[in-house]
């Protein structure tokens, strides 16, 4: 349920009441019972399966397109927040809502989606101005309405979503995170007043429409609870130093040194991007060298890395000594180790070598 200010009279989120049984049936994570998962490549969608029950004659064809459309703008609202933040290192989440409008009359109890209720009265309680109070209950729920757990993947469950919350993107998104496992990001007291959990004001779990790194990895690890830790493939992260020494020819007659650190990622089928950061580190040149951020992408094959790197976009050269662009050819000597130098040769006596000591650290890496 969405923080709402103390206008809030509610008893919880995930209430442990007795609901029809089918709405409890379980079926094996997976198998497109409940909220699902989909993966292609590096990208994860977690699929929310819905039976949205509404009368017959109270909303025509129009109205029931918008219901559908503001579900999709509620997993916007997700996908552009997860965008931005990786899951294992490489793996992108995103949120997809597989929604039906069903007539009560028309409910096929065997349908996979949770069953959402939008009319008659909330089972929470209601807002001073008498709406009603959208929830989501579980049988094998959690006492607990800021904890996440994996249910929803599990099993399906059911809710009421009034009419009001579809007015309201981030209320029905927030709604929607708890289908995906996700508990409330605020307490509440006695009073039935509502205050943020350290830390997690103005997440989508509060009442605002951040999406942080910790909301990313509550979501991830639900999947692993709910057993979808073996379809989830493992990126490998590198990290080492980067040695460029730069001789440059006529009419300067110089040699220039930038030592910094890089992290490189693998994805499962080998591509690999990453960035570092380098600076002087020796210099007979005259104005000095450059420092700042370079931009690393290549292919990790069997036996090495194949590398092309260059300058990043705060990387100037102004007056000073550029480090230039180029590519690397690094060995594997062993499943976690890569060591090796390259020499780049750019004509007119300019010459590039770079040095690379990489190890891949994290849980994705292969077994040394």
């Known amino acids: 349920m969405r923080r709402l200010g103390s206008l809030l009279v509610a008893l919880g989120l995930i209430v442990a009441t007795a609901v029809p049984s089918a709405a409890g049936q379980e079926g094996p994570a997976g198998h497109g ?37 503001q579900l ?37 109890f065997d349908a996979p989606g949770h069953v959402i209720t939008t009319y008659g009265s909330s089972h929470v309680g209601t807002m001073a101005d008498g709406r009603g109070l959208p929830s989501v209950w579980d049988p094998e729920g959690q006492s607990d309405p800021s904890a996440d757990y994996a249910g929803p993947f ?19 998104a927030h709604e929607m995170g708890h289908l995906f496992g996700l508990g409330d990001d605020y307490v509440r007291d006695e009073d039935g007043n509502v205050s943020p959990l350290e830390g997690r004001e103005g997440t989508l779990m509060d009442s605002g429409d951040a999406v ?36 440059f020819g006529s009419p300067y007659e110089c040699e220039v040194s930038w030592r910094g650190e890089v992290t490189l990622t693998v994805e499962p089928d080998g591509t690999t991007s990453g960035s570092g950061r380098v600076a002087a580190d020796g210099s007979t040149c005259p104005a000095g060298a450059s420092t700042g951020s370079i931009v690393v992408t290549g292919t990790k094959t069997a036996s090495s890395f194949e590398l092309t790197y260059a ?27 890569a060591e090796g130098s390259t020499p780049n040769d750019l004509g007119a006596g300019t010459r590039f070598v770079s040095t690379w000591s990489l190890r891949c650290t994290g849980a994705g890496c292969p077994a040394s």
């Open 33 to 69: 019972v409940g909220t699902d998962v989909r993966v292609d490549g590096t990208t994860v969608t977690v699929i929310v399966h819905l039976s949205v029950l509404v009368r017959r004659g109270l909303v025509d064809a129009s109205v029931r397109q918008y219901l559908l459309d």
């Open 72 to 108: 999709d703008a509620a997993a916007d609202r997700w996908n552009r927040g997860l965008a931005r933040r990786p899951f294992f290192d490489c793996l992108t989440l995103r949120v997809e809502v597989d929604a039906s409008l069903v007539h009560p009359v028309d409910r096929d």
């Open 154 to 172: 599990e099993h399906r469950v059911e809710g009421y979503w009034p009419p009001w919350l579809f007015d309201d993107t981030a209320a029905l």
């Open 212 to 247: 942080d790194p910790a909301l990313v990895d509550r979501l991830g690890a639900s999947l692993l609870e709910a057993g979808y830790g073996d379809q989830l493939p493992r990126c490998e992260v590198w990290t080492g130093t980067l040695d460029v020494r730069a001789e």
């Open 311 to 337: 300058r990043g976009p705060d990387h100037g050269c102004g007056p000073v000594f550029c480090l230039g662009g180029g590519t690397a050819s690094i060995p594997l000597s062993g499943p976690t180790v």
